[in-house]
């Protein structure tokens, strides 16, 4: 299963925009890229996935490089709720489903 | 819609003695998965069902571990016996079947600890 990096924590500022990088060097064709978070005491809630385009949600928006090695999962605004431990996860997927891999993620921080 | 549910949220068993984790995934969802995170480390995959079939149990630890997924609806875990190291938080996970991807919903999880 194909890797992904990225950096242990972050900080940020409520209401000020965040923008998590997540480097993935050795994705293949077939990988899509899916950001999962975990709340305090929850399980992991999905965030959003893509493929190779830009894609915007209700909770965040994807920005994938072109050559797709990388990839920056933005929230417009952070909340005090947005503190969690961010996912950037690589999958391929088969008709029949398909399993996820953790890294360590990034434990994002809001400052009042 | 309900979510994927996980009974017990806390267990706390001796050394050697027997736990079984009961997931209720999303009804419909034909994909269930386990996963659990030990002290420190990170969440890794133990098994995917589709329905109540096994379609990769290549995250199970070891034999002292046995899910079933009988009936194709909810799901068990068995730990028998229990050893220190299985402690740790135990998710389920479900999606529905599709031709594309679809979002995995996790419950909340079964904290273990064996003592």
């Known amino acids: 299963d194909a890797k992904t990096t990225q950096p242990n924590s972050m900080e940020s500022n409520e209401e000020e925009p965040v923008h998590l990088p997540c480097n993935h060097s050795?994705?293949?064709?077939?990988?899509?890229i899916h950001w999962y978070r975990q709340l305090p005491s929850q399980g992991p809630e999905y965030v959003i996935h893509g493929l190779t385009s830009n894609v915007n949600n209700r909770m965040a928006s994807l920005a994938i490089a072109e050559d797709r090695k990388s990839s920056t999962l933005i929230l417009h605004r952070a909340t005090l709720r947005d503190a969690a431990v961010y996912y950037c996860i690589l999958a391929s997927y088969g008709n029949q489903g398909g399993k996820l891999i953790f890294g360590q993620g990034t434990e994002l921080s809001v400052k009042p | 819609e309900a979510g994927v549910t996980q009974f017990p949220s806390h267990s706390v068993i001796e050394k050697g003695q027997t736990v079984t984790l009961r997931c209720d995934p999303i009804s419909g969802h034909d994909n269930l998965y386990w996963y659990r995170r030990v002290m420190g480390k990170e969440i890794k995959f133990l098994l995917h069902f589709v329905k109540e079939s096994k379609q990769d149990e290549s995250g199970m630890p070891n034999n002292r571990f046995l899910a079933e997924r009988t009936g194709g609806t909810y799901s068990t875990l068995k730990v028998q016996p229990a050893e220190l190291e299985d402690s740790g938080v135990y998710f389920c996970a479900s999606s529905r079947k599709g031709t594309q991807w679809t979002e995995a919903f996790f419950g909340q999880g079964t904290r273990l600890t064996v003592v």
């Open positions: 050795t994705i293949s064709g077939t990988d899509y």
